[in-house]
Structure formats: C-alpha cells, structure tokens
C-alpha cells in the first residue's frame, strides 16, 4: 500500500478494504477525465474526495469492454493558494504513465521537482517539449511525520529587514547567473559573513533559533522534502470514510507558501498560526497551462 495513505486518514487500512476503496472510486468517483498522451496512448484519471481537497486518486485505462484498469494509486491533497509562478519543465517518468514538474526556484536554492496533479490538462495542451514560461503554481504536500515549534522572537523591523535582504540576495544571483561578476563576489563574501555569524551562534543558541525557516531534499527520491516554516493559517477536517482527523496547514518556508496535509495522530505539537511546523513531506503540485 501506498505509503502516504496514513497522511489523507488511512492509517488502519488493510488491503481487503483498500480493493473496497478502490471498486468504490471506480463505481463512483467524484471526478473523471480522460486525455491521450503524446505517444497516443489513452489516459484516465478518477478522483474520490475524503474531505475538502483530500482523497485518493485512481490512473489507468478502459479497455474495450469499458472496464476501468487500475494502473495504479495514490493519495492527493489540492492546494487553492498560488504558491510561485516560474517557468516549468514537465518530465515524464520512466516506469509508469505519471509526470514530475521541474522548476528553477531561486528562493530555494534547488531545483524543485513535484508531482503533477493535473496531468489530463497537461496532455490536452500537447506541450510536446514539456516547457512552459511564467506559470502559476499551487504547491501541496502529504507528510506522515511533522511537529510543531515554537516561534523565534522577532518584530517587525527585523522581518522587514529579513525580507528586504533576502530580496537583495535574489537579485545578486540573477545579475550573477547573466555573468556579473560584481554580484558573484558579493555572493561569496555574503556566505562567508553568514558562516561565521551562524557559526558563534550555534555555540550558544539552539540551532533551530539560528535557523528559522528551511527547504532541502530529503532521501533519495527527488519530490521529497524536508522543511521547516512558518504556520499561516490551520484548518482540521475529517476523513469521512475513516472519521479521522486530518490537519492541513498553510506554511511559508523560505517565502514559498506552501499548504501540508497530515495526520493529527502524526502531528507532534499544537499547531497555531505563528508558530512553526517541521516535517517531511511529498510534494505535489498544480500548474496552470492556460
């Protein structure tokens, strides 16, 4: 079973009532559609929703008998807040009929990569190099493990200050990636100042007061993410198949806004707005190719 289930409420599911799920969702999905992919071949897509923008998604084909055959599953969480709006390149992946999105993320300092969730959009528009410019994307994530921490003490002026600096450092590695060598050594030499502040800190303070927010790679697999960010907003809902309770958060890490779903029994914490969430997420996301 798939790993995440337990993030969308299915932590005590067996696999006799996954298959009841699933022919449930093939019965009766909630949401359906259906493209033919650059190599010809047909693609269907069937939605069933546990709660608001949580559920399970089933990929396959019908085949001439019109029977559904499952490809296979996954559990999904739907963003509604524009998280980046970048230029995109949409990969297909090797062993199945499912595609990651790839994107130059200045703020991160990585190239993020995320599963994309409307993949019977992507086809219909027939982006034969998988390459868009400037569009809007809405980031969400599952994660089975998370906790909560508390806020490091600023005001206002410093995250002003915090703010304006970080916008300085994304313009000093634009001007450098053009050539300007100008901006490459003030890179460096801002690097070097940060090294050694953070490295008196670190001798007296907790290392997550030195650090307040983050957003890197975790393991091996490339739409999986460690991050730890500021709570926006907090919202509980229930699984209405299992009555769990889920908790999906609005998170800003590293000025990307990004919305978690996860667990309640998984989330360490009391989340709160202005408090911090930390945990390991998958990353899925939603780009708009009109």
Known sequence: M???LPAIGFSKLNKDALEEIVNEVILRP???ESAIDLEGNQFVELRYMVADNVGLVLRGIYNENDEFILDYYYPTFFGSIVSIKNDVEVIKQTDKDN?????????LGVNLIFQLQNM???????ISNGKSADKEIMLAALSTEGKILLPVHDNEKSRIKEKLNNQKRINLVEQAREGNEEALESLTM???DLYQRISRRVTREDILSVVTTFFMPYGIENDKYE??????DVKYVVNHLTMEELVLLTVDS???????CI???NLFGEPAIGRRFKGIIWLQGTVDFS
């Open 190 to 192: 801002d690097e070097i």
């Open 30 to 32: 909630d949401y359906q």
């Open 227 to 232: 991050i730890l960010g500021n709570i926006l």
């Open 99 to 107: 595609y990651y999105v790839m994107c130059d993320e200045i703020r």
């Open 263 to 265: 667990n309640k029994n």
């Open 2 to 4: 798939h790993q995440y």
């Open 254 to 260: 590293n000025d990307v806004i990004l919305e978690v």
């Open 120 to 126: 019977g959009e992507f086809l219909r528009h027939n």
